[in-house]
């Protein structure tokens, strides 16, 4: 059996993706976010956590589904991740598990051509019957922040 990783399964807009858990600083309900006047389309806002100013992206808003996340929901989670030195935060519909998968299930996402390329998905996860897309946070915060 190969390496095995383990996935932060997000709930967004009723589908599941994932985010490799190594990313994940910590997952919490999601708090009041402060709105930006005039910023960008996926940031939501910035939250305060134990003194430290985090923006807050709008992870519905980034991948153009309708809307915006079910604010206010009682399984609304906001999750911080660390993109180098950075902390980010994630908002999104619910976390529903955590899964630990061989490597081997990993799968590159596949490419159709240029013009459906998916610049936040890195890849395909098949496990439990089920394919969910791995998303890439680096790329969900570029020109985000």
Same mark, same amino acid.
Do not use: W
């Given at each position: 059996?190969?390496?095995?990783?383990?996935?932060?399964?997000?709930?967004?807009?009723?589908?599941?993706?994932?985010?490799?858990?190594?990313?994940?600083? /910590?997952?919490? #309900?999601?708090? +009041?976010?402060?709105?930006?006047? =005039?910023?960008? %389309?996926?940031?939501?806002?910035? @939250? *305060?956590?134990?003194?430290?100013?985090?923006?807050?992206?709008?992870?519905?808003?980034?991948?153009?589904?309708?809307?915006?996340?079910?604010?206010?929901? /009682?399984?609304? #989670?906001?999750? +911080?991740?660390?993109?180098?030195? =950075?902390?980010? %935060?994630?908002?999104?519909d619910? @976390? *529903?598990?955590?899964?630990?998968v061989?490597?081997s299930?990993?799968?590159?996402?596949?490419?159709?051509?240029?013009?459906?390329?998916?610049?936040?998905?890195?890849?395909?996860?098949?496990a439990?019957?089920?394919?969910?897309?791995?998303?890439?946070?680096?790329?969900?915060?570029?020109?985000?922040?």
């Amino acid at each position: 059996m190969s390496e095995a990783v383990q996935l932060c399964v997000l709930l967004i807009d009723g589908q599941d993706y994932v985010i490799d858990l190594m990313r994940v600083e /910590e997952i919490l #309900r999601a708090p +009041v976010v402060t709105t930006l006047p =005039r910023a960008k %389309g996926v940031v939501h806002g910035v @939250v *305060s956590l134990r003194g430290t100013i985090v923006p807050v992206v709008d992870v519905r808003r980034r991948l153009s589904k309708q809307g915006s996340a079910a604010l206010g929901s /009682e399984n609304e #989670r906001l999750v +911080v991740c660390r993109i180098g030195s =950075r902390r980010v %935060g994630l908002l999104v519909d619910g @976390v *529903s598990a955590v899964l630990r998968v061989s490597r081997s299930v990993l799968k590159p996402a596949p490419r159709m051509s240029e013009a459906d390329r998916q610049p936040f998905v890195l890849g395909v996860c098949e496990a439990s019957e089920r394919l969910r897309l791995m998303l890439d946070v680096r790329a969900l915060m570029e020109d985000a922040t």
